[in-house]
Nanobody, 117 residues
Framework: QVQLVESGGGNVQAGGSLRLSCAASGNIFSITVMAWYRQAPGKQRELVARLTSGGATNYADSVKGRFTISRDNAKNTVYLQMNSLKPEDTADYYC???????????WGQGTQVTVSS
């Protein structure tokens, strides 16, 4: 079992920055992919950024060059640094950890990000 707790959401004006954090606990040694997803009102949940245990990263086209996913192994925490925020980035953001051995996904409770114009 893996438990994920997100923090760092809030309200920000367009052009501003926020950093989301996802603290993991439990059997994290089996995690192979860490990611951030988001879901805007009335829309499907979408992948924002992912980071493999080997250090490879992928980003949605809409956030490339503005968002950065990273991790602090000592703190068992994954971050999403969000710069140059736009109103269309407004959504609930969810941390996800994927356990390759079992194919199981773990989700955090979500943190809300609101970007005003």
């Amino acid at each position: 079992q893996v438990q994920l707790v997100e923090s760092g959401g809030g309200n920000v004006q367009a052009g501003g920055s926020l950093r989301l954090s996802c603290a993991a606990s439990g059997n994290i040694f089996s995690i192979t992919v860490m990611a951030w997803y988001r879901q805007a009102p009335g829309k499907q949940r979408e992948l924002v950024a992912r980071l493999t245990s080997g250090g490879a990263t992928n980003y949605a086209d809409s956030v490339k060059g503005r968002f950065t996913i990273s991790r602090d192994n000592a703190k068992n925490t994954v971050y999403l640094q969000m710069n140059s925020l736009k109103p269309e980035d407004t959504a609930d953001y969810y941390c996800n950890h994927f356990e390759g051995r079992t194919g199981r996904h773990y989700w955090g409770q979500g943190t809300q990000v609101t970007v005003s114009s």
